[in-house]
């Protein structure tokens, strides 16, 4: 893209994210009206994915679309082409893991320059998942740098692995319009103005065109592995603007109706934001504190009812854990405060599945241990690591058994409901002591802490009404009246009081809730609607995720 000089026409700025895969490439957009001279000006012919296209050539680079790198001239000519597909359904993956982007700077980038840059991201974290991080011992990372040109820009499309560039100009700097829409293309996005609809929304006046690059910029899509998401968005910051390539300050294309208002690139719009959602929301994603916007957690196909959660390196952060009983393997996704880490053996030769284990920091170390009985005993693996040891030993058949924070005290306890009374062993290494009195047995208790005081509640629903018993050791309290059956019911923290919030499917769609098992039913807040283009989540996950001391909500996408 042309660099901002501040007078006349603002630069262009190509499309949003609405054509979002595509080449890892560098992008330079066109802009103010009365650049220097086009750079490049000799193209050649290249098979690209099967295809035959016309390329231009700016330095070593071949380039398409008039600001599209689709990688080094010599490579192509070899015919190594590097990958193009950075959508979330591609084979291979060539997002940002975690939609998190490492960079640098080269020493040619001037202080403006970098200021310039660091607005730009700052530009994209404040209203997308992205996040962009100093780069430490990453492999794959983008670095700033001068270019060879005067007047334009570039940057890559997608994460090309190892080092790629966002070339700057030749004095080493950009203004931060033009390196927000150029970093735009870092993550995913390519040109609104040649997407496969644009003749439905703008009629091109190609006499009034610039040649070079800005005739490209222009063309229809020469590659197939672009996709189009949402509708056409007029206001892109990743459109170009009517006048950036004029030729005789002439605009280059009138809208269809004509006089439709644009932006101009100006600003990332509501359908920029929207399409990189789509492009980064993976299959979990986080709110964090249960009140802010969803962000991309990474993850896997794994859903709610296949994940555990625990704190198992006790760095005071929610990790994911799930078990593949073909293998006989235990798995831990450990949080690393933005992004949950790829999956990791942690402990193998254990062939039983969720529905078996229980987790829960039984020894009070502050990391979660994996806690079994078995043939009158209970044996616990500490930190879900270690091998068995012997816990404790108990009559009670394992499926009688539940489990919480009676005393408060941060060990898990285990509990037992006799018929008559209710029982609760310490930690689960004590002897059985008297809790309650009470004839109500499980499966119909459910426990969690409903009144935020840190110890568990014991809650059951009897003819329509909600009853809890505080800490276990409370008289019955009616919590709420609901004629939804407790099999329908699931629970969770979803606002960040410490209180257990019940919720449930809505039939005509998406989730409700009754916080804190007292409120009235009631769809998710809009903090936690998700953006366009993104199913809801098939189910939720609670912990503290970020490790900030407060409960964070985890949804899963199917």
């Not at 992008?27 to 650049?35: D, F, K, Q, R, Y």
């Not at 490579?75 to 998190?100: I, T």
């Not at 310490?426 to 009195?437: E, H, P, T, V």
Request: charged letters at 20%; aromatic letters at 10%.
């Amino acid at each position: 893209m042309n660099r901002s000089t501040g007078t006349g026409h603002s630069p262009g700025h190509p499309l949003r994210a609405l054509t979002l895969l595509g080449p890892l490439l560098l992008a330079a957009c066109a802009g103010s009206p009365n650049p220097s001279p086009t750079p490049g000006g000799e193209t050649r012919q290249l098979q690209l994915r099967g295809k035959t296209v016309r390329v231009d050539v700016v330095d070593e680079y071949a380039v398409v679309e008039g600001d599209i790198i689709v990688g080094k001239l010599a490579d192509l000519e070899r015919g190594r082409l590097s990958p193009q597909s950075v959508f979330r359904d591609a084979p291979l993956d060539y997002r940002w893991p975690g939609g998190v982007v490492p960079f640098t700077f080269a020493a040619s980038v001037t202080a403006s320059g970098r200021q310039n840059a660091l607005a730009a991201m700052r530009a994209w974290e404040a209203v997308t998942p992205v996040r962009f991080v100093p780069r430490g011992v990453e492999p794959d990372f983008i670095t700033f740098q001068a270019g060879t040109q005067a007047d334009w820009c570039f940057s890559s499309i997608g994460r090309q692995g190892g080092e790629q560039a966002v070339l700057m100009t030749s004095s080493g700097d950009c203004s931060a319009r033009t390196l927000t829409h150029e970093l735009g293309h870092t993550i995913g996005l390519w040109h609104e103005q040649t997407r496969e609809d644009r003749s439905h929304h703008i009629n091109i006046q190609w006499a009034n065109l610039r040649d070079g690059l800005c005739r490209s910029a222009f063309e229809e899509k020469r590659l197939a592995d672009g996709l189009d998401i949402g509708p056409y968005d007029l206001n892109s910051l990743m459109h170009y603007d009517r006048f950036t390539c004029s030729a005789n300050g002439n605009p280059v294309y009138d809208t269809i109706p004509a006089g439709k208002p644009t932006n101009g690139g100006e600003s990332i719009s509501p359908g920029d934001r929207a399409a990189v959602d789509w492009l980064h929301l993976r299959r979990w994603i986080v709110s964090g504190g249960g009140a802010g916007m969803w962000r991309n957690f990474g993850g896997s196909d794994h859903q709610a009812e296949h994940l555990a959660t625990g704190d198992f390196n006790g760095d005071g952060r929610t990790d994911l854990f799930t078990v593949d009983t073909s293998r006989c393997l235990w798995f831990v996704a450990l949080s690393q405060g933005t992004v949950a880490a790829p999956w990791a053996t942690l402990n193998s030769g254990v062939c039983q599945g969720l529905d078996r284990l229980v987790l829960g920091d039984f020894d009070g170390d502050r990391r979660t241990d994996v806690f079994i009985a078995a043939a009158g005993t209970w044996y616990l693996s500490r930190g879900g690591a270690e091998g068995w040891t012997e816990w404790n030993t108990s009559r009670v058949d394992p499926w009688q058994l539940s489990f919480g924070d009676f005393d408060g005290d941060g060990r898990t306890d285990v509990f037992h409901a006799t018929g008559k009374v209710w029982n609760v062993s310490s930690g689960g290494s004590s002897g059985w002591q008297r809790l309650n009195a009470s004839a109500v047995k499980a499966p119909n208790l459910v426990f969690r802490d409903f009144d935020g005081d840190g110890r568990t509640d014991v809650f059951r629903t009897t003819n329509g009404t909600w009853w809890m018993s505080s800490g276990g050791t409370g008289l019955w309290e009616e919590l709420n009246t609901s004629s939804v059956p407790l099999r329908a019911l699931r629970f969770g923290e979803f606002n960040g009081d410490r209180m257990t919030d019940v919720y449930r499917l809505n039939p005509q769609g998406g989730w409700l809730v009754s916080y804190g098992g007292t409120g009235p039913w009631s769809p998710l807040p809009d903090s936690l609607r998700l953006p366009p283009f993104t199913a809801q989540p098939s189910g939720f996950v609670f912990g503290d995720f970020d490790g900030d001391g407060t409960r964070d909500v985890l949804g899963t996408l199917r």
